[in-house]
T-cell receptor, first 111, second 116 residues
Framework: DGGITQSPKYLFRKEGQNVTLSCEQNLNHDAMYWYRQDPGQGLRLIYYSQIVNDFQKGDIAEGYSVSREKKESFPLTVTSAQKNPTAFYLC??????????FGQGTRLTVV | AQSVTQLGSHVSVSEGALVLLRCNYSSSVPPYLFWYVQYPNQGLQLLLKYTSAATLVKGINGFEAEFKKSETSFHLTKPSAHMSDAAEYFCAVSDLVEAAGNKLTFGGGTRVLVKP
C-alpha cells in the first residue's frame, strides 16, 4: 500500500539532546513537508522540500534541521536550540496542486 | 500571502443536527481549497477539495462544501451529525505559485463535539 510512514509514534527527548524524526513516502511525490501542531494553533510549517537536495524554511524553522537526500525520505532533526519542542509533528507529501497526504504523526515530549 | 481563518475553535452539535464549519481564505491567485479531518493522535485525512471545477464539492462521510468567490469562503456542512463526526477539522488553502513551493496553509482548526 502506498502512503507515508512516520516513526517513531512517540519520542522522548532529554534537555539538550538532538532527536531525529523519520518520514518515508512511497507515493512518488515530489514535495514533502514538516508541520508542527500545538493545541489550538493549527498546523505550522517548519520546512518543506520540492526536490531532492533542496529545501526551504517554513514559518517556524528555528531549532530544526532537515535533509532530502532521497525522494522518498525527509527526516527532521529537532536540535537543542529548539527551546519548546514538545508537540505533535506531522509529515506530508504531495505532487503539484493535488491534496497533501499525511503520516500518522510523531508525538515528541521533553522529559 | 495566503491565509485561512476558521471561525470558532469549538463547535457543539446534537446528533442528527446540521454541522456547519466556517472557513474564509485570502489568496492573491485563484485558490485550491481543502478540508481535512483529524482524529485524536492521528494524521490528517482529506474530506474534500475544491480545484476550480464545480463550486459545490461533495466529500466523504456525507460532508460537502461550497466555494463562494465573492465571500472568499469555503464552509463545510453535513446535514445530520453522527457521533463518529466528533473530531478536529482543518481548512487549508494552496498557493499555486511555483516559487512559493506549493505550500498548504492551514486554519487554526475547529473541534467538533457531538452530543447524543
Amino acid at each position: 500500500d502506498g502512503g507515508i510512514t512516520q516513526s517513531p509514534k512517540y519520542l522522548f527527548r532529554k534537555e539538550g539532546q538532538n532527536v531525529t524524526l523519520s518520514c518515508e513516502q512511497n507515493l512518488n511525490h515530489d514535495a514533502m513537508y514538516w508541520y508542527r501542531q500545538d493545541p489550538g494553533q493549527g498546523l505550522r510549517l517548519i520546512y518543506y522540500s520540492q526536490i531532492v537536495n533542496d529545501f526551504q524554511k517554513g514559518d517556524i524553522a528555528e531549532g530544526y534541521s532537515v535533509s532530502r537526500e532521497k525522494k522518498e525520505s525527509f527526516p527532521l532533526t529537532v536540535t537543542s536550540a529548539q527551546k519548546n519542542p514538545t508537540a505533535f509533528y506531522l509529515c506530508a507529501s504531495r505532487t503539484g496542486e493535488t491534496e497533501a497526504f499525511f503520516g500518522q504523526g510523531t508525538r515528541l515530549t521533553v522529559v | 500571502a495566503q491565509s485561512v481563518t476558521q471561525l470558532g475553535s469549538h463547535v457543539s452539535v446534537s446528533e442528527g443536527a446540521l454541522v456547519l464549519l466556517r472557513c474564509n481564505y485570502s489568496s492573491s491567485v485563484p485558490p485550491y481549497l481543502f478540508w481535512y479531518v483529524q482524529y485524536p493522535n492521528q494524521g490528517l485525512q482529506l474530506l474534500l477539495k475544491y480545484t476550480s471545477a464545480a463550486t459545490l464539492v461533495k466529500g466523504i462521510n456525507g460532508f460537502e462544501a461550497e466555494f463562494k468567490k465573492s465571500e472568499t469562503s469555503f464552509h463545510l456542512t453535513k446535514p445530520s451529525a453522527h457521533m463518529s463526526d466528533a473530531a478536529e477539522y482543518f481548512c487549508a488553502v494552496s498557493d499555486l505559485v511555483e516559487a512559493a513551493g506549493n505550500k498548504l496553509t492551514f486554519g487554526g482548526g475547529t473541534r467538533v463535539l457531538v452530543k447524543p
